[in-house]
């Protein structure tokens, strides 16, 4: 063999060890950071700038490729089985890329609890960069404006990480406290519900 033959061989054997060293470490990214340091879903509302809408916002990483988080997540008949909470949801309607799914949210307010529904209209999942997301908005029930988003991005082959965004105005008048807490713990089931599912185990994902 030719040294100059030689020479090629070692260089294709050498690229592709240095483009390894090169990639970042995704336990370096902030977001993936502080969920590995948390050791939990972490959870808390906010209002997208120029509105006062307050959503409940969860996320949590999960041992499982984003392809098959976001393949779980457009699972809409299997949503019955992701918490109690949502035992009521099924699928009323399908028509071309939008699925109806109909589900009563029971909702602590004060000392009494109350049952709303809501029927959320899930239109074709889109991809967003790297990004998976499926959003469903509310269509009919007892909510003047409902929305979820849920959100999967892969971390690394083997990891992504899933948020979900839920916000649910009800028509009757209610402490905005209340809510709050009713959205980021409803976020939360949710986000452990998919992510439980997707991986095939509970318990958060503490290393990569």
């Not at 099924?90 to 949210?105: C, F, H, L, Q, S």
């Not at 790297?130 to 990891?159: L, Q, W, Y």
Request: overall charge positive.
């Amino acid at each position: 063999m030719r040294l100059t033959q030689i020479a090629v061989l070692l260089a294709a054997l050498t690229v592709p060890v240095l483009a390894h060293a090169d990639a970042p470490d995704p336990a370096k990214d902030p977001q993936v950071a502080r969920l590995l340091q948390a050791k939990k879903t972490l959870k808390w509302n906010y209002a997208p700038a120029g509105t006062s809408d307050r959503y409940g916002h969860a996320e949590a990483l999960v041992a499982a490729p984003a392809d098959a988080v976001a393949k779980v997540a457009t699972e809409f008949g299997k949503y019955k089985t992701l918490h109690r909470k949502f035992a009521t949801a099924r699928v009323i309607a399908k028509e071309g890329p939008n699925t109806d799914v109909y589900m009563r949210y029971p909702v602590q307010i004060g000392m009494v609890k109350i049952e709303f529904f809501e029927v959320m209209r899930f239109g074709q999942p889109r991809m967003n960069g790297a990004t998976h997301v499926i959003e469903g908005t509310g269509i009919k029930g007892d909510m003047k404006t409902g929305r979820t988003v849920i959100s999967v991005r892969p971390v690394d082959a083997k990891h992504s990480l899933i948020s979900v965004d839920v916000l649910l105005v009800p028509k009757v008048p209610a402490p905005q406290f209340l809510i709050d807490e009713e959205l980021r713990d409803g976020a939360e089931d949710f986000v452990n519900g998919l992510k439980d599912r997707a991986q095939g185990f509970g318990g958060p994902v503490t290393q990569l």
